[in-house]
């Protein structure tokens, strides 16, 4: 069943400008970057809503069946925003100032 925020989706990317704003500053200080890609980032947001899905949507071996999920799966609207607010949480707990501007810039 739908609930209140089942159609808002929130994924947030950085933008181009910032990016360029970045390594520009890293060029001029000499500073080293790295890029850091998380494999399967959606896997690790948590659900904070009671979701349910049909077996045929998640394994065709076990048909008539359905699953309360308790971790996010791809596919599912609430896994972008689930990953973002996982990440921010703990991303800001050594400190870090998320932007008012660009919400994927910590700084």
């Known amino acids: ?20 704003y970045l390594l520009t500053v890293a060029a001029t200080r000499n500073w080293f970057t790295y890029q850091l890609d998380v494999q399967n980032s959606f896997l690790h ?3 904070h809503e009671i979701v349910y899905r049909e ?5 065709r071996q076990r048909e008539n069946m359905i699953f309360w999920l308790h971790k996010s799966l791809y596919g599912l609207k609430q896994a972008s925003r689930n990953w973002f607010a996982t990440f921010s949480k703990v991303i800001k707990k050594p400190g870090y ?11």
Request: proline share 3%; net charge negative.
């Open 1 to 20: 069943m739908e609930d209140i925020d089942y159609i808002e989706t929130f994924s947030p990317t950085a933008k181009l400008t910032t990016l360029h």
């Open 45 to 47: 947001g948590g659900l």
């Open 55 to 59: 077996s045929s949507q998640i394994s």
């Open 97 to 107: 100032i998320q932007s008012k501007v660009n919400y994927s810039l910590f700084t």
